[in-house]
């Protein structure tokens, strides 16, 4: 008997050892810093490309128009803030200096700006007058600052990177408060004297971390996030936000267009994808495409190959030659955003009981993935790369989107899923096969009903996940 009770109380005492606390897993190869996880939980950005080109319909100019040709009417930041708000987006990007190098705030050291034009009796300032609308909406400021200048006598010498320099710091010293992102572009073409420009892209780098440290970059290379490879609104259908740069610049020597797609799978640097593409054909506003507005299925579109592949999507709104977002894209926005509303209202998996085939420990369990918190998910113990999560729904749902999200702070782990779907019959049926989640993954599968839902993941390392949803969307028709 006090045998049979020693080996009682052994087994007790391990069972208390089982489930007390367990370490996190390891971080698993590039990471992204807490900068980079913030941004990519915006999900949605608006971008608005706005200067000389929309009085004269180019989308690049030429660098010699007169400043005196932009004149907006009614210009109104408040109006692009609060409609930005209103569409669900977390931050506006503006073309603060496009190629014909044009600076829609007073430069010191450029003489084509908005100080040369007759909108304000040059006393005018966009930049500041969007940073201040942005903070009134709780929206972040970001800003476009072209590195080709068609305009500068300099361009094409070393001395323009001393005046490049100088016009990122007024920028970012701190006048327009904080600017979240910097988009760069590698866009490089021959200046005055014939000289095409040397980048120094280290030193431009580091100016604006120097002044805006939280600030994410964009560009081929990063080294915040990355360019898609495309303007059409699709990432790739694997989707890693780990790159390869070494040996790449921005522009002529970036990594090549599939690459930028779909990362690289052992990348050793965190660079996430950023999706950019117009609501309108062309980047710069033009009367003529007032009824070209995408349709809302186009856009919805659009969201699915891109925040639905672990991307960000950075939608171009160009406000008009009055300064105002013209009525058919802020319509347009609206039904975006009911649309999306409407489409995810009401996750199918809530109240799901949720059992994996290996659980971490205590802390890590598998009904951590339904409790809306992103910092808690489950994970496997170490070592245990392939796992089943398996999601009763309690009664047959009708769905036809599954939602899969890995707790990125801790790196991208699986490399291979599959969703099955179990219905009256009790058999399991395979609905989805992809490769990679990343922070978002939205699957469109054939319209299932079922009882009972699980994922079948393969990972480079134990795999973490955090969010998990099934929708029934029956707007946009979308599927893969």
């Known amino acids: 008997m006090r045998r049979l009770l020693s080996i009682a109380s052994a087994v007790f005492v391990l069972t208390l050892a089982g489930c007390g606390e367990v370490a996190p897993p390891e971080p698993y190869g590039a990471t992204p810093s807490p900068q980079q996880v913030e941004w990519q939980k915006m999900e949605m950005n608006m971008f608005a490309h706005f200067g000389p080109n929309t009085f004269t319909g180019?989308?690049?100019?030429?660098?010699?128009?007169?400043?005196?040709?932009?004149?907006p009417t009614a210009l109104d930041c408040d109006q692009w803030a609060s409609i930005a708000k209103a569409a669900g987006f977390k931050g506006i990007i503006i073309t603060g200096k496009h190629h014909d190098g044009f600076c829609l705030w007073p430069n010191p050291?450029?003489?084509?700006?908005?100080?040369?034009?007759?909108?304000?009796?040059?006393?005018?300032?966009?930049?500041?007058?969007l940073s201040e609308a942005c903070a009134k909406e709780g929206l972040k400021f970001g800003v476009y600052v072209s590195p080709?200048?068609?305009?500068?006598?300099?361009?094409?010498?070393?001395?323009?990177?001393?005046?490049?320099?100088?016009?990122?710091?007024?920028?970012?010293?701190?006048?327009?408060?904080?600017?979240?992102?910097?988009?760069?572009?590698?866009?490089?073409?021959?200046?005055?004297?014939?000289?095409?420009?040397?980048?120094?892209?280290?030193?431009?780098?580091?100016?604006?971390?120097?002044?805006?440290?939280?600030?994410?970059?964009f560009s081929d290379t990063g080294p915040g996030c990355r360019w898609v490879g495309n303007e059409s609104g699709i990432a790739g259908r694997t989707n890693w936000?780990?790159?390869?740069?070494?040996?790449?610049?921005?522009?002529?020597?970036?990594?090549?267009?599939?690459t930028l797609n779909s990362g690289n799978v052992h990348g050793a640097v965190w660079h996430p994808a950023e999706t950019d593409v117009s609501i309108r054909p062309g980047w710069f506003w033009r009367e003529s495409e007032n009824d070209k507005v995408k349709s809302l299925k186009k856009l919805l579109s659009i969201y699915y190959t891109s925040v639905g592949r672990n991307s960000l999507l950075l939608l171009n709104v160009p406000p008009d030659n009055r300064?105002?977002?013209?009525?058919?894209?802020?319509?347009?926005?609206?039904?975006?955003?009911a649309a999306l509303d409407e489409i995810f209202k009401v996750?199918?998996?809530?109240?799901?009981?949720?059992?994996?085939?290996?659980?971490?420990?205590?802390?890590?369990?598998?009904?951590?993935?339904?409790?809306?918190?992103?910092?808690?998910?489950?994970?496997?113990?170490?070592?245990?790369?392939?796992?089943?999560?398996?999601?009763?729904?309690?009664?047959?749902?009708?769905?036809n989107r599954v939602l899969i999200q890995e707790y990125i702070p801790l790196g991208q782990r699986v490399k291979a899923f599959t969703v099955e779907a179990m219905g009256e019959d009790g058999q399991w049926k395979e609905i989805a096969r992809e490769t990679t989640i990343g922070y978002k993954r939205i699957v469109p599968v054939s319209k299932t009903t079922a009882q009972k839902v699980r994922i079948n993941l393969e990972a480079y390392a134990s795999p973490v996940i955090n969010g998990f949803g099934l929708y029934d969307d029956n707007i946009s028709e979308y599927s893969e």
């Not at 180019?58 to 004149?71: H, K, V």
């Not at 936000?241 to 599939?258: E, M, Q, V, W, Y």
Request: charge should be negative; hydrophobic fraction near 35%.
């Open 148 to 217: 080709w200048d068609r305009n500068d006598p300099h361009y094409g010498t070393p001395e323009y990177n001393d005046v490049y320099v100088k016009t990122l710091e007024s920028v970012h010293d701190g006048r327009y408060g904080e600017v979240f992102e910097q988009w760069f572009d590698g866009a490089n073409g021959e200046g005055p004297n014939g000289k095409r420009q040397v980048y120094d892209w280290p030193r431009f780098h580091e100016t604006v971390l120097k002044l805006q440290p939280r600030a994410i970059m």
């Open 241 to 258: 936000s780990p790159l390869n740069t070494k040996g790449f610049t921005p522009g002529a020597g970036a990594p090549p267009i599939d």
């Open 323 to 337: 300064g105002l977002i013209h009525s058919a894209d802020s319509a347009r926005l609206m039904e975006f955003k």
């Open 109 to 129: 050291v450029s003489v084509h700006t908005v100080a040369q034009s007759p909108w304000k009796d040059g006393k005018g300032d966009v930049l500041k007058e």
């Open 58 to 71: 180019l989308e690049w100019g030429l660098g010699t128009e007169a400043e005196d040709i932009f004149n």
């Open 347 to 399: 996750n199918l998996a809530d109240g799901a009981k949720v059992s994996a085939t290996d659980c971490r420990g205590k802390g890590f369990k598998a009904r951590n993935i339904l409790d809306g918190d992103f910092d808690s998910y489950w994970a496997t113990s170490d070592g245990v790369n392939k796992a089943t999560v398996t999601f009763d729904l309690a009664g047959e749902k009708t769905f």
